[in-house]
């Protein structure tokens, strides 16, 4: 038995046992959610207005710098609950440290010390390349979408009637959790090629054998997760596209490691062989004297 399978069997326990640290696991996660839900509803106000901001950069490129970044809420309770939304987002993108830390402390044991070695990197990566894609959505994205629509007013005067951009605050919101979750999801991609590439279910050729349908797929996806506009289509499908790009990278330098590795395990292999054999003549040679 191999030192990995005596870690695991190592580790093994009964059911009941494993239910009760998955319930462990299970407590630590939610109230570390519901910390930072109640931390960010408290600050709910302030995130609203640190999302709004990309809708003032909008209002100054269009060259509206006259006038005031208004939003409104037609119902009563629309602001309240916009803040609820907020506070769970702003919560669960917190938490998942603590939620990933969780989920992989209670899968750790039955994995062996490569695959835990391995799986580690990609907990660190997954949460950077969410916060890159978010970020690529504040600071540039959301600004040319909100920068779109309000190209889209008209002053009036004679023969026009005025039409001015006053966004809900529930529909403004949703708009920007919507890009901040595509990019985010987008930005998983290499991190999620990379572990199948791991695991040997997809490979470097077979992902640039596919590449056309990628391109095709990447377009379709934009149209669904992104609003109907050019602006943000295109903007999501062309990272999706290089995206895919890096993964057929990635993939390729996994299957060299790959390679390398199996090169020196039966170099290994060779070597211990050839001492066994070695070891097995002279032992040989010692019997046949007289």
Excluded at 152 to 165: A, D, H, T
Excluded at 175 to 189: E, R
Excluded at 224 to 230: Q, S
Excluded at 242 to 268: G, N, P
Aim: charged content about 20%.
């Amino acid at each position: 038995m191999s030192k990995d399978e005596v870690d695991i069997e190592a580790s093994s326990a009964p059911l009941m046992e494993h239910l009760i640290e998955l319930r462990q696991r299970l407590m630590w996660a939610v109230g570390g959610f519901f910390v930072a839900f109640l931390g960010c509803f408290y600050f709910a106000k302030q995130l609203f207005n640190f999302l709004v901001q990309p809708f003032k950069w909008a209002v100054e490129w269009a060259g509206l710098d006259h006038r005031n970044v208004d939003l409104i809420y037609t119902a009563p309770q629309e602001f309240f609950f916009t803040q609820i939304k907020i506070a769970m987002f702003g919560g669960l993108v917190i938490a998942f440290p603590l939620i990933a830390a969780q989920v992989y402390k209670f899968v750790a044991p039955g994995l062996y010390r490569n695959e835990r070695h391995a799986f580690l990197p990609f907990l660190v990566a997954s949460p950077i390349l969410f916060l890159i894609g978010a970020a690529l959505v504040y600071f540039f994205f959301m600004p040319m979408v909100m920068w779109f629509f309000l190209s889209m007013e008209q002053s009036g005067g004679e023969g026009q009637v005025s039409i001015s951009l006053l966004p809900k605050v529930s529909e403004y919101l949703g708009l920007v959790m919507t890009l901040i979750f595509s990019f985010g999801l987008v930005f998983q991609l290499p991190v999620v090629t990379t572990l199948l590439a791991r695991v040997g279910m997809v490979s470097a050729d077979g992902l640039k054998e596919k590449r056309k349908y990628a391109i095709v797929f990447a377009f379709i996806a934009a149209a669904i997760l992104t609003p109907p506009d050019p602006v943000s289509q295109i903007g999501l499908a062309l990272p999706t596209i290089l995206l895919y790009e890096i993964s057929i990278i990635t993939a390729r330098m996994v299957e060299k490691q790959r390679a390398a590795r199996e090169s020196a395990k039966e170099a290994e292999e060779e070597t211990e062989s050839a001492d066994t054999s070695k070891a097995d003549l002279e032992e040989q040679g010692h019997g046949s004297m007289p």
